[in-house]
């Protein structure tokens, strides 16, 4: 069955992104400080982000497994933010390490299944108009940004242990948003399909999963640690807040430029860029953390980092798995870049902070880059970015 033809609802779905990226915007950076006040250590710390992560492993491809043969994508989505509000709910409850690890468990498992099948659904609303993700997409930066700002300054009042209230009304708003984007769109896939297996065995798809999984490692102790990392150096909460509101809004103003620059260069050398100027930015943040101009300018190459490879990646993505694959393409990309890499990058910053030095946390991002650069140039040609031919009946 083909996709949808009728108009994408553009502010049903720029709404999800919003309100899930602004569950971020509270969850990612302040959920480091949230924890030490805790009395939870800077590695328990990185093992209680790194589970997070590593839910994506496993989580996203058993929905997206479900979502590929149910046909109702937008059903498991519901499913999963209305038990990730539930679940995170057992916060209010206790707050030792053992039971915030239980708790994180249980509500990344569910978490982790609304993104990538959103995703999906998305580019099944929009059909031939995939350049329309970005302006949708954006969405999610704007609630990110609106979000860590706000936290920022509220964090200077309030003390860091009201953080799960936040959290909390936040998924709530993205399960009351997620049952207004209509079903009928995700369609039912044909199960005339090239087998997955056959799929993951080209070298360009395994080599692209690998350097998304180096990228987002790469991230990993960024996202897990920046804001300790910031205070350690004397910034307040707020100008925190509004570093991370940078950053974001740069990868706005991306997502506004990329069709246009997809059209002009390939998604090949974007990526290369993206890496490249990952590793510039991991280099400013380890060396010169006290000069705030230099860390101004570390977060706006976040539209690189994130915003131009996430946007050249699901692209690619999207490209490399059709029809009845789209849900687990995006499952896969899920979880083993955000899944696999995040966890790894995340347990290696808590090692290297407190079994090294600080300055190392980034370090290690360096490394990282600079493989998911040679691994994007050796594998990910131009000429092998066709999308895989999964049969005339599929779109």
């Not at 497994?65 to 539930?86: T, V, Y």
């Not at 009201?162 to 399960?175: D, G, H």
């Not at 380890?286 to 490879?309: D, E, I, N, R, S």
Request: hydrophobic share 50%.
């Amino acid at each position: 069955m083909s996709p949808v033809s009728s108009p994408a609802p553009y502010w049903r779905l720029s709404g999800f992104y919003l309100f899930y990226f602004a569950t971020l915007g509270a969850f990612v950076p302040y959920l480091g400080p949230y924890l030490k006040t805790l009395d939870i250590t800077t590695f328990q710390i990185g093992v209680i982000i790194a589970i997070t992560m590593a839910t994506k492993i496993i989580a996203p491809n058993i929905w997206g497994w479900l979502a590929d043969h149910s046909g109702r994508r937008m059903l498991i989505i519901r499913i999963g933010c209305f038990f990730a509000a539930l679940s995170f709910l057992g916060l209010f409850i206790e707050q030792t390490y053992f039971i915030v690890i239980m708790v994180m468990t249980l509500f990344s498992f569910f978490w982790n299944a609304a993104l990538p099948q959103f995703e999906a659904t998305t580019f099944s609303h929009l059909s031939d108009e995939e350049d329309r993700y970005s302006s949708i997409r954006l969405w999610g930066s704007v609630g990110f940004i609106i979000t860590v700002v706000v936290l920022g300054y509220v964090f200077q009042v309030l003390p860091y242990s009201t953080l799960p209230y936040f959290v909390s009304i936040l998924l709530v708003c993205i399960w009351l948003v997620s049952m207004t984007v209509p079903e009928s769109a995700t369609g039912h896939l044909t199960l005339d399909h090239e087998p997955l297996k056959k799929t993951l065995s080209k070298p360009h798809v395994l080599g692209l999963l690998a350097a998304c999984f180096c990228m987002q490692a790469s991230h990993g102790p960024y996202y897990a640690f920046y804001n300790l990392y910031m205070q350690s150096f004397d910034y307040s909460s707020s100008a925190i807040g509004w570093l991370w509101g940078i950053g974001v809004g740069a990868e706005v103003i991306l997502f506004l430029l990329m069709h246009k620059l997809s059209v002009r260069y390939t998604l090949q050398k974007l990526l290369l860029v993206s890496f490249a100027l990952a590793v510039l930015r991991w280099t400013l943040i380890a060396l010169f953390p006290a000069q705030l101009p230099v860390m101004v300018f570390a977060q706006l190459l976040h539209a690189a980092t994130f915003g131009l490879h996430h946007a050249a990646a699901i692209r690619l993505i999207h490209q490399l798995f059709r029809g009845r694959h789209q849900g687990k393409g995006q499952a896969l990309y899920s979880s083993i870049s955000y899944g696999a890499g995040g966890a790894l990058g995340s347990l290696y910053g808590g090692f290297a902070w407190d079994y090294i030095d600080r300055s190392w946390v980034f370090m290690g991002s360096i490394v990282f880059c600079l493989l998911g650069f040679w691994l994007v140039y050796r594998f990910v040609k131009p000429d092998t970015l066709t999308p895989v031919s999964l049969s005339a009946k599929n779109p």
